[in-house]
């Protein structure tokens, strides 16, 4: 009798640049994120995220109050 052992998938990471959360939020929401949203977005996420991470972060940041995402100065 053989065993199948779990496999381990490997998810691999996407930088996350502007230009890779322009696309992304391209192709998931009607209106563009504002720059503000975008920085949000990165300062949340650091460097590296997965593409699932990086759609989940762009669909919240819509559902957040302002104040909430804006950096007090």
């Avoid at 996350?16 to 975008?38: D, F, H, Q």
Wanted: charged share 25%; no cysteine.
């Amino acid at each position: 009798m053989t065993q199948v052992g779990e496999v381990s998938k490997r998810v691999s990471k996407v930088a996350v640049t502007e230009a890779n959360i322009r696309k992304a939020s391209t192709r998931l929401l009607a209106t563009k994120l504002v720059s503000t949203e975008m920085s949000f977005v990165r300062r949340e996420l650091g460097a590296s995220a997965t593409q699932d991470e990086l759609d989940a972060k762009i669909i919240a940041v819509r559902a957040l109050p302002w104040d909430s995402i804006v950096v007090p100065e």
